[in-house]
């Protein structure tokens, strides 16, 4: 059987080379190529990024919703991989979204955090998908875990449009949406360019993640199978027996 | 048997079982009591602050008291393995869970009946008038706390650490039940009581939305 199959070590040096090309690039036009923004100015750079990390971030947590939802009906383990996996990168797209997003609020509105309906939603969501990987990690039957873990990532998922809808009937500050956002909205052509390299960039970098968490939770699940497989060969010979016995005295 | 049947009789089991001891309800009302409590110290709030704090004060207090007392509804069942006996009797898992979800429901009310009053007392805030809207607010509220509180607790039932993960997945998921709580609940506490019908239909469909999945999910939730 070939252990790395439908990813060969060629075609991940590419990958990579391209990510870090694309990153590279993007990096250089939302510093240089973007133009300057009439009332924040050079701060306002840090957006291209920002954005990125929230589309990663839905990217992410919908395909965590899709391996949930699959796993339920199929049972095939490869769903709950892809729902760890995304999740993972999830969590992470959205650390980085709440850290550019302070470092932007600070210059911005003066103050580094707001209790606003988007800022609320995507630290909710933040807690929540800990909340998630926490219990993966408190579970020990692997069949369990899955689909426990997967009942609560679609609760959580839920939870989300509430988090915001009472947000919003609450109090808000971050500013309407620009770029969709009726007759007066709208962007700076290259600014728009910009943007979708940098989304292009973020998102490149995020599925790139998730392959490779892919990939180790196959790994993973594999040499547990092997190591199962290995006790109930060598159950019965006196080696085994020395070496169980002395793993249980440690 | 019908679900509902099934369910009465699950509620009834788990109620014989409560008020044989009372051990779970005289803990929770005890454990709400000290948080009410506990505030008036570290806040110190005058009249006209316990009218603006007093709603989050309480639903603080009955989130907090539930995500404890709703533990046991499931992590009883695993001394004995009395769940697989449960799951045996010919009767849909939704039963079993609605049966849990309305004796924690009825806890918990029973709870918020005795506290409320002592709240009112404690803080100088006038129940006159309000009561029929308050107990709107409060059944709701506690609807959706206990719908969620119940799954999660027979997801948390199966891991270690089973009492600190429950309040760990379940406060972030009724983020949004609090605020709608706390801001129905306030409405009714001001100068000029009035009821906030945005927010009781936002709590009437935080109740719909995870009843629903509750409903759609329960069969992976209780499955051997």
């Not at chain 1, 990958?15 to 240089?32: H, K, M, T």
Request: proline share 4%; aromatic share 12%; hydrophobic share 60%.
């Amino acid at each position: 059987m070939n252990r790395s199959a439908g990813f060969p070590m060629k075609s991940r040096i590419t990958s990579r080379a391209i990510a870090a090309a694309l990153i590279f690039f993007a990096g250089y036009a939302a510093l240089f190529i973007a133009p300057d923004e009439a009332t924040m100015h050079q701060i306002q750079r840090i957006f291209y990024f920002h954005l990125g990390c929230w589309m990663a971030m839905f990217t992410a947590l919908s395909i965590a919703l899709v391996a949930n939802i699959s796993w339920l009906v199929t049972r095939k383990p490869k769903w709950d991989w892809l729902g760890v996996s995304a999740v993972e990168v999830g969590v992470v797209s959205c650390t980085a979204g709440l850290a550019t997003g302070v470092l932007w609020g600070k210059p911005a509105w003066g103050i580094w955090w707001t209790w606003d309906a988007r800022l609320t939603t995507a630290f909710i969501l933040w807690l929540l998908y800990i909340s998630y990987l926490l219990l993966r990690g408190l579970i020990e039957e692997p069949q369990r875990r899955a689909t426990l873990s997967a009942v609560f990532g679609i609760f959580a998922f839920l939870d989300a449009p509430l988090v915001y809808a009472s947000n919003r009937l609450w109090r808000t500050q971050h500013p309407a949406p620009v770029i969709f956002g009726g007759p007066d909205a709208g962007l700076n052509p290259t600014m728009g360019k910009v943007l979708v390299i940098c989304i292009a960039a973020m998102l490149f970098v995020a599925i790139l993640a998730l392959v490779d968490r892919y990939r180790l939770e196959r790994l993973r699940h594999e040499f547990d199978e092997l190591r199962v497989a290995a006790d109930a060969r060598d159950s019965g010979s006196p080696s085994a027996l020395i070496a169980s016995s002395a793993k249980d005295s440690i | 048997m019908t679900t509902a049947r099934a369910a009465a009789i699950l509620l009834a089991k788990e109620l014989r079982l409560e008020f044989r001891t009372r051990e779970l309800l005289n803990a929770t009302i005890v454990f709400a009591l000290i948080v009410v409590v506990l505030f008036s110290f570290a806040f110190d709030p005058t009249a006209g602050e316990s009218r603006r704090y007093g709603p989050g004060l309480l639903w603080i207090a009955f989130l907090f008291a539930g995500s404890l007392m709703l533990h046991p509804s499931f992590g009883r069942e695993q001394a004995n393995q009395t769940l697989d006996a449960l799951r045996m009797a010919p009767v849909s898992p939704f039963a079993i869970l609605l049966g849990k979800m309305l004796a924690n429901l009825l806890f918990l009310l029973v709870a918020e009946v005795i506290l409320v009053p002592v709240f009112a007392v404690l803080y100088n805030v006038s129940l006159a008038g309000i009561v029929g809207r308050l107990i709107l607010v409060f059944v709701l509220g506690t609807l959706g706390l206990v719908v969620t509180g119940t799954v999660f607790s027979a997801i948390a039932a199966h891991a270690r650490m089973r009492e600190l993960l429950l309040p760990l997945l379940l406060l972030p998921i009724l983020a949004p039940l609090l605020i709608a709580a706390v801001e129905a609940t306030a409405s009714l506490f001001a100068e000029q009581p009035a009821l906030d019908r945005a927010w009781l239909a936002f709590l009437a469909g935080f109740d719909i939305v995870f009843l629903t999945a509750s409903w759609l999910l329960c069969d992976f939730l209780l499955e051997e």
